[in-house]
């Protein structure tokens, strides 16, 4: 006898509802001529919450989400119903109203925030608000991480009552002034560590006085629409704040500990959401390579690397380039990190994984479909099964290098005869800074350093000249970097086409060393070649390469492990760098 799990059965007719409902109003408000509004995940602004109390917000089927001077921003499931108008009547005698239509989901979404408000009785209205000409001004102020503590201890010194405002606003504005992607808050003993995120590397700004800790996590938390009285579980939650000329949308993760919570906020700043093949900086021998291969109908391309390589970046850049009227595009991602325009992007959540929603998405009869990440069975399989059934699909996995990319899709139970006609292409990266052109110095590399860049370029298919005495370059820190001796980042790339070679080595040898050697004849340089030939041509150093990659000092028959010890590469301060600046 067949069982129905009716409980599954009952959640998914609800779930089928909701988004028919969603589709509904969506389709309706215009025709109502109202603008339509979807509060799922919307940062519900609390101030706007005070302007209608809880109840008659429910009675009146209305969600009141943002206000801005007197302008208050409601939502309405049926705006022309006259208890929802006599309550638009009694409140546009106070305020401006703007009004939108939206789902009951909507409203009950924000409805959940008004019992957040009266968790947080004790902070007065008014606290939540970052202002937007405050980090303007606090951001044009803030050259290095110095000018960060400087306006620190005066906040301190003048101790007005807006003393915990005015240092969250700080922590916010050095952030964005400093260039940063996250910003690190960790109680410790005696203090609140403050970390910055920027080029890559994580620096250490200043101590903030412990006793801020608990007002500074509620007003973070409130801020992201999180739990405020809960202090034992992990939370998500993000919001968005003004920075005079743009927005600056935040996502928060805050996780429990035994000295109080921690929080990381990662600042998505749409000024370096441009993405482009030319931004992302490949060598001209992979790019020659993966031109060829964009323009291919179907297939797989994966790029790989670990977290903080650039490879959703890259594969942004990918999507960017194969994006032209005609065709559908599709992804499905854990976040969406950025928005692209013309292009559906979806995000993975309880009932809607990669799997179930690859499956979807094949659907809905796309073109090229980008996957966030293959990290099962069954999304790799799906992913092999759209690659071979028509579609470009593009995704990432999580391994050191490209050719490490096969033996992770078989470990993931995928069939090595699959893999050879599905995938096109597996990449690898990494990112390196760069020097500071201003101020890097030159000098003679010890003989263990320019053995091993002999023996690297001796197996580059492409050798540049190594000059003769050798000089390369390493960081020294000038005003124009902010004594960090780097400036910017680029991109250290290597790539494996599936060629019949390869394929022949997947099924029959799948070891690194045998599908590397039957990639040999595509000319295409290693990481390791690429990033040596960017130190020969001094836009980045040794220790900064060996601090992305391992080199190879083993297999050149060098004992001493690592570079040479140069200065050590603590860099200050980040300079103005505006590329792959949020890496995943
Ligand atoms: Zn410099």
Redesign the pocket.
Known sequence: MVKFDDSYTNSRVADLHTQEEERYVETMAPQLGFNYINLNGYTINPESLSAISESNAQKALVAPFEIKQKVLSIAAKTPSSPDTQALFEKLSKQYSLQVYMCSTASLEYAWKRYSDMTDSTAEKKGVFEIDADTIKDLSDKIKKIEDVLVILKQIRTANTPRRISETIELVFAGGLALGSSDIHIEPEAGAIRLRYRFDGVLHDIADLESYMHKRMMSRIKLLSGMKLNSHAEAQDGRFTFSAGYRDVEVRSSVIPGALGESVVMRLLDPSVSSFSMERVNLNPHIQAVLERQLKKPNGLIITTGPTGSGKTTALYAFLQEVHTEGVKIITIENPVEYKLEGIVQTQTGEHYTFGSGLRAILRQDPDIIMIGEIRDREVAETAIHAAQTGHLVFSTLHTNSAVAGFARLMDLGVDSRTLGNSINLIMGQRLIRLL?E???AGYAPNERDAKLIQFIMQNHPHPVPVPDPLLIYKP??????GQ??F?GRAGIFEGVVVDEAVEEAVISDPREHVILAAAKPQGIPTMIEDGIEKVIKGTTSMSELQRVIELPYQEAGLLNEGPEHINPETPQTSGDDEFLKHVV
């Not at 020294?476 to 970097?481: I, L, M």
């Open positions: 500071c201003d101020c890097k020294v820190g000038c005003e124009k970097c960090s001796g400036k």
